[in-house]
């Protein structure tokens, strides 16, 4: 048997002569145990929002856009870009056109961004499963309305009577002294609105993309191509496919790239999450060092006993090395424990409810098994430096 470990296991659970020792040792399980659990739950629920937002921009944005690097429109119907369409591994291709308009709606008004996309697009992503009222129809003169735009125009699916009005800049030289010749104007019936964000939902109007070009005075013009990939396919590999096939001309962008900042900052925020919890369990772990000095002043006839029968500084320090590291493994795992089972009641029972307003109604939740790994890799690394400080320290002390 181990020595160190069978003296540093009764030195924890025996009854100590002064119970105050008892009390802090249960103090310090506690602390970490709270810290750990704190962590778990934590960043189990950023997981679970950031995923949140990563679903919803996933459903707008394509898994790979293919913009030009020069001028705003360029031409589909090209070698390089029709050739695409011949690679492995592609689901959906929709044509895109984008360009800012006029909005207007009897007394409201307001400015947005038209998107035009072919029939592919509602296919594509699953952005019909954002659309909160009526429906994603964009047939005829049906568009579908962002929600911030739809409370700014006081206009939705349920107004089938009142179209809404929106203008454009007709393209080239307009010789007239009346403004309104230099606009185009298509009248829209929102068949329905869509939620996303504040920023998206205040910005975004979508239309088929025939109407996009009779607005805008294109023909066959687009501003982007959007495409979907298949299921289980290496998606860094088309990407380059596509990128090698249409040259330095074009921009071929994966989701991550389209919102470089967005993912960035998740990851950021996350990061800065875990390092402020890990100084509180720092600060939690303090206890660690008291229960552990205490230990070690009651336990000074102990050590004098063990050093006089040959026991060197290095075994002893390992005793009370390890009954810190007992310490510091029982509150971390019952702090897993107890974390993955508050995240689990969550997930199933739905406990914490947000606020109206939200697309989802209880607090998202989303387990990693790397949370769990870094999560007890730092409580360990932390629990060793507050023994392994007073152990040090101490046994030199009581040795010398």
């Given at each position: ?15 100590k ?6 009390i ?11 810290g ?5 739950i ?11 937002v ?5 459903s707008?944005?394509?898994e ?14 090209s ?22 308009a ?9 400015l ?6 072919s029939?592919?697009y ?9 659309v ?13 309305i962002?929600?911030g735009?739809?409370y ?5 699916p ?11 800049p ?11 010749d ?12 869509f ?8 910005k975004?109007?979508?239309m088929s ?18 495409i979907?990939?298949?299921?289980g396919?290496?998606?860094a590999?088309?990407?380059q ?11 071929v962008?994966n ?12 990851k950021?925020e ?15 772990t303090f ?7 205490m ?9 004098t ?30 702090g ?6 508050i995240?689990?009641l ?45 152990v ?9």
């Amino acid at each position: 048997m181990n020595l160190p470990f069978f003296i540093a296991k009764r030195y924890l659970i025996s009854k100590k002569s002064h119970n105050a020792i008892n009390i802090i040792s249960g103090i310090s399980v506690l602390g970490v145990c709270i810290g750990t659990m704190a962590l778990i739950i934590v960043l189990s629920a950023f997981n679970g929002l950031s995923e949140l937002v990563r679903s919803l921009y996933n459903s707008f944005d394509a898994e790979i856009s293919i913009t030009a690097k020069q001028g705003k429109t360029f031409e589909p119907n090209s070698n390089e870009i029709q050739s695409i369409k011949k690679i492995e591994g592609l689901a959906y291709y929709s044509e895109i056109i984008e360009g800012n308009a006029l909005l207007k709606y009897e007394d409201q008004q307001c400015l947005a961004t038209i998107k035009g996309v072919s029939y592919d697009y509602k296919k594509m992503n699953g952005f019909d499963t954002l659309v909160g009222e009526g429906n994603f129809n964009l047939e005829k003169n049906n568009v579908l309305i962002g929600k911030g735009i739809s409370y700014i125009l006081q206009s939705g699916p349920n107004n089938l009577f009142t179209p809404i009005s929106v203008y454009a800049p007709k393209r080239g030289n307009i010789n007239s002294i009346n403004p309104e010749d230099g606009l185009n104007e298509l009248k829209v019936y929102p068949s329905g609105t869509f939620s996303i964000n504040d920023e998206l939902d205040s910005k975004y109007v979508f239309m088929s993309i025939a109407k996009a070009r009779e607005l805008f005075d294109y023909t066959t013009e687009v501003t982007s191509i959007e495409i979907s990939l298949k299921p289980g396919v290496d998606k860094a590999n088309i990407q380059q496919q596509i990128a090698s096939l249409l040259g330095n001309k074009f921009e071929v962008k994966n989701r991550e790239q389209q919102n470089a900042l967005l993912y960035k900052t998740l990851k950021t925020e996350k990061l800065w999450t875990f390092l402020i919890l890990v100084f509180i369990l720092i600060i939690g772990t303090f206890n660690v060092v008291g229960s552990l000095t205490m230990l070690i002043i009651e336990k000074k006839k102990d050590i004098t006993i063990l050093h006089d029968m040959g026991a060197d500084i290095q075994l002893i320090r390992k005793i009370f090395l390890i009954e810190g590291m007992l310490i510091t493994f029982i509150g971390a795992a019952a702090g897993l424990i107890l974390g993955t089972l508050i995240c689990w009641l969550q997930i199933k029972f739905s406990l914490v409810h947000l606020s109206e307003g939200w697309l989802v109604d209880a607090y998202p939740i989303q387990m990693l098994a790397s949370d769990f790994i870094s999560v007890l890799a730092v409580v360990l690394f932390i629990g060793f430096f507050a023994a392994w400080y007073p152990v040090r320290i101490f046994t030199k002390k009581h040795l010398i």
